[in-house]
């Protein structure tokens, strides 16, 4: 079975068969899945749905893209929804320095306000980190006892060994499939196997031969395949390790 340890199912994408669709996962061996919220809105959606399906877990938080919206209000809302039992993580949160939209300062505050809430509570955070790097690490850095996953990871290998010496783990979607997944392959092949964890990240980043179009759980197969061939172990051994490390990561 496999573990979809990001997925934003609540997307709009998919409004017209997102019954049928989750229906259908368990059937084609989606055995675990986390849907992290990416605003207040979507962090309540998420909820709604982990108590509808037994296999899915929720996370609360605002993606960085929203960072606006982060204020004392919001974490007291979001200090509630986590008395929710399958509420097992704060994400996704952090930072985005590819589009300019949100100030940087803004982002920093709304992650660093999000982080301290992950540490009051002892939850593990999932953190969208993209072309930022430095602050990024920086941050972590100054919340010790808060451990995650940065998903859909781009970074060097040098700071995903960083992150897994500080007892992270580290998220891989359909990227590795892509034909310039040569640093995300490097990633992989670099770290310890009990620090990988796959995801889809749907509705995007479909995997080839889906790539651009609606991604979905069931097609966190072929990351699964895709590392088993790039770490020389099996189709099955791969979906164990993975499946037993977004366990451990969401401590479900
Ligand atoms: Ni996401």
């Known amino acids: 079975m496999l573990f979809d340890t990001h997925a934003h199912l609540d997307d709009h994408a998919f409004d017209a068969d997102r019954r049928e669709l989750i229906a259908s996962l368990p059937g084609r061996g989606i055995g675990l899945l986390m849907n992290p919220g990416c605003s207040f809105e979507s962090s309540r959606n998420a909820i709604a749905l982990a108590e509808e399906y037994d296999f899915i877990y929720a996370a609360v938080g605002s993606h960085p ?17 986590c008395k929710h039992p399958k509420v097992k993580a704060i994400g996704e949160i ?109 509705p995007y980043m479909a995997p080839v031969p889906f790539r651009g179009k609606r991604n979905d759980p069931s097609l966190v197969c072929h990351m699964a395949d895709k590392l088993a061939q790039l770490l020389g ?20």
């Open 233 to 252: 172990i099996s189709p099955e051994e791969t979906r164990r390790i993975t499946m037993e490390n977004g366990k451990r990561l969401y401590r479900l």
């Open 65 to 81: 893209d929203v960072a606006y919206e982060v204020d004392d209000a919001l974490i007291a809302e979001y200090r509630e929804l």
């Open 94 to 202: 952090g930072l985005d320095y590819h589009y300019e939209d949100i100030p940087r300062d803004i982002q920093k505050h709304a992650f660093r306000l999000q982080m301290a809430l992950a540490a009051e509570l002892d939850l593990p955070v999932i953190v969208h980190e993209r072309e930022a790097h430095e602050d990024g690490l920086k941050i972590v850095d100054e919340f010790p006892t808060v451990k995650g996953v940065f998903h859909c990871y781009s970074g060097s290998l040098e700071m995903a060994k960083e992150l897994v010496r500080r007892g992270w783990y580290i998220g891989f979607t359909g990227v590795l499939t892509f034909k310039n997944a040569r640093k995300a392959l490097e990633v992989a092949a670099g770290i310890p196997t009990d620090r990988i964890v796959i995801e889809t990240d749907c």
